[in-house]
């Protein structure tokens, strides 16, 4: 194989396989990116981990076709070290792989592995629906749901997310067990269906994605001559579903689990509601919860009218306390929270005030920004379980 790319095209496309690729399984090949010669003007790069799977084609010069697999991490660090210009990739029959920067005197050689030795990429049955979804609204759905997915991969339930598409509304809902956050998204005009259950790790590299596309900006330009926002192409097929878009694909197996029945976690009816401002509450949690208990985070809310009292107790290093106005009416209460899942919600909400919806002093909190509505297309809500302080 012979052929000279724009380390620019280069570079960004390996440095977003770094996350695929999988440096520490036990099939060599998985630590591997696939460079495959298409025609004679396409590079195609592959990366997965039987799991994850992201492909993607870049413009090249091909003089000579085929294929060669090479270290992801290596390939990277090297041509990261490539001045800018274009870089001549070239494959022996025993695989070893040489680059070039074109023009100079630098160069790099990797001992690869033969391109057939690479496992198949999925893909996408014929004729399997597919949905096409505004990059950033997608974007949004993992930004503000993130972080309430459980790390612990032996709860693969939890260890994922609900992600769901019903008529005009596309739906995320993650828990990791102590607390549970779900947006919905109106998509004016498109009518769909869909439900998987998406592992954490593929939505950390989604994430990845979709933050590269918005940085990208606009790629086309609509019938009024606007830039057109990227989409996402979304196909579910069979186990796996497959999302789309700039020149890039990504397939990930999907968790066979059922997924809490979230709607019932969700309080119905929380009678005491508790206006805050949202900064001045962060504020206030991050600054009392460096005296929390290092075992627990516990901060303790003592809800009087017009103020919030915040406090912590540590045996270890001694107490913590603050004091913000808030808008409130209710009875006097105090109810214990972990002040990091507070504050995690706090950070996903963009409004100036923020909304807390409380019943009881063994019941969960109902956090949601304070300006929305039922009608709103946009509905964003977390509910964090109580602990014992």
């Given amino acids: 194989m012979e052929l000279t790319v724009a380390k620019k095209d280069l570079l960004k496309i390996v440095a977003r396989m770094q996350g695929v690729a999988e440096r520490k399984s036990t099939m060599p090949v998985l630590a591997n990116v696939l460079l495959s010669a298409e025609g ?54 025993n695989a070893t792989t040489t680059l070039k920067a074109a023009g100079t005197a630098r160069r790099y050689t990797l001992r690869g592995m033969p391109g057939d030795d690479f496992p198949p990429l999925p893909q996408p049955a014929e004729g399997s629906p597919t949905l096409a979804l505004d990059v950033e609204v997608l974007a949004e759905l993992i930004s503000k749901t993130h972080f309430s997915i459980s790390t612990d991969e032996t709860r693969a339930h939890l260890n994922s997310a609900l992600f769901e598409w019903e008529g005009d509304t596309v739906r995320m809902v993650t828990t990791d067990g102590h607390r549970l956050s779900k947006v ?23 994430r990845r994605l979709c933050d590269e596309m918005l940085a990208e900006g606009p790629t086309a330009q609509n ?13 579910q097929s069979g186990a796996s579903a497959f999302f789309q878009g700039a020149g890039t694909t990504f397939s990930v197996k999907l968790v066979d689990a059922q997924f809490p029945p979230y709607s019932q976690v969700i309080p119905a009816n929380s009678e005491k509601i508790v206006r805050a401002p949202r900064s001045g509450l962060a504020d206030a949690l991050r600054a009392v919860s460096v005296a929390a208990s290092e075992r627990t985070g516990g901060v303790k809310l003592s809800l009087t009218k017009g103020s919030m009292r915040i406090t912590s107790e540590s045996p270890e290093s001694g107490d913590g306390y603050d004091e913000i106005p808030i808008e409130y009416a209710g009875p006097n209460m105090s109810i214990g929270f972990n002040a990091k899942y507070f504050l995690d919600v706090l950070a996903a909400i963009s409004d100036d005030e923020v909304a807390v919806g409380l019943s009881g002093e063994l019941d969960p909190a109902v956090l949601r920004p304070a300006g929305a509505t039922t009608t709103s297309d946009r509905q964003f809500l977390s509910v964090v379980m109580p602990m014992r302080i």
Avoid at 52 to 72: D, F, Q, T, Y
Avoid at 199 to 206: C, G, M, N, T, V
Avoid at 223 to 235: A, M, S, W, Y
């Fill in 40 to 93: 004679q003007n396409t590079l195609r790069l592959a990366a997965t981990d039987l799991y994850l799977s992201l492909m993607g084609r870049i413009p090249a010069e091909i003089a000579k076709g085929g294929s060669v697999a090479v270290s992801a991490k290596d390939l990277f660090e090297r041509v990261k070290m490539m001045p800018d210009g274009p870089i001549v990739i070239t494959s022996q029959d």
């Fill in 184 to 206: 919905d998204v109106k998509v004016a005009g498109r009518q769909a269906s869909a439900t998987m259950l998406i592992p954490l790790k593929a939505i950390q590299e989604l």
């Fill in 223 to 235: 019938d009024k001559g606007e830039g057109k926002k990227p989409e996402l192409h979304i196909t």
